[in-house]
């Protein structure tokens, strides 16, 4: 596979993977109903995994420039800040509101708006 193929690939697959886990933290009650069977020490320490692996999966493009690596400035600066939080999550407690803040933040960074009844009351699947 193309290096350039093979590069964009991987961030697209990070990204996506990121922009899921990001949703749920955003939105408390949809968190709660996905995650209600894992253990809150192993989510915690999913989502800081995520966290690195995304800053990781996105480091190449971001050393060569450009404009994909201005637009993921600002999401990788959010992954780095929420990792901090999440390592704060203590087990059993809902997410931190700064985590829950923090996750909106990086969400509307890209230009995607709050679900229309507002992320406290948003669920994910099918409308």
Sequence with gaps: MDPAVALAVQVA?????????LGLLAAPRALAEQAWC?????????FREE??????ATEPL???????AAHLQPLRAHALG??????????GAAPPAGVVALARAAIV????????DG???WLPGPA
Excluded at 51 to 56: I, L, N, Q, R, W
Excluded at 62 to 68: E, K, L
């Design 82 to 91: 929420l990792r901090a939080l999440l390592a704060r999550w203590r087990a």
């Design 109 to 116: 960074s890209l230009g995607v708006p709050a679900p229309p």
């Design 51 to 56: 966290a690195d692996a995304f800053v990781a």
């Design 62 to 68: 971001v050393a060569r420039g450009g404009a994909g």
């Design 38 to 46: 894992v253990p809150a020490a192993e989510l915690r320490a999913h």
């Design 119 to 121: 992320w406290d009351e």
């Design 13 to 21: 697959s990070a990204v996506a993977e990121w922009m899921n886990l």
